[in-house]
């Protein structure tokens, strides 16, 4: 019934922007924390960023000063801004929600690809 979906991915070149887009439905409550994982192929999946309801965000060290992660908490919707897009950007982005209402919730998208390429 939750579900977790994932928009704006696509081909960009070198130095190119893109902005992606998800929005957590099925949920009537605020969401704890939403990020940004990535996976590019024959490597893990990485946390990319994530920013909680009070608006405190974690970057990795390899995306700090070019991604920025908004988010509206009304709607449980959380964007990723990218930068200065290089090839090693190239992967698979998954947004995820997760948190404590009762129970523990962690719910993950479809992925959405991202490549980074002249």
């Known amino acids: 019934q939750v579900q977790v979906v994932e928009s704006g991915g696509g081909l960009v070149q070198p130095g190119g922007s893109l902005k992606l887009s998800c929005a957590a439905s099925g949920i009537s409550f605020s969401v704890d924390v939403m990020g940004w994982y990535r996976q590019a192929p024959g490597k893990q999946r990485e946390l990319v960023a994530h920013?909680?309801?009070?608006?405190?965000?974690t970057y990795a060290d390899s995306v700090k000063g070019r991604f920025t992660i908004p988010r509206d908490n009304a709607k449980n919707t959380v964007y990723l801004q990218m930068n200065s897009l290089k090839p090693e950007d190239t992967a698979v982005y998954y947004c995820?929600?997760?948190?404590?209402?009762?129970?523990?919730?962690?719910?993950w998208g479809q992925g959405t690809q991202v490549t980074v390429s002249s």
């Open positions: 920013i909680t309801r009070g608006g405190s965000t």
């Open positions: 995820n929600a997760n948190g404590r209402m009762f129970l523990p919730y962690d719910y």
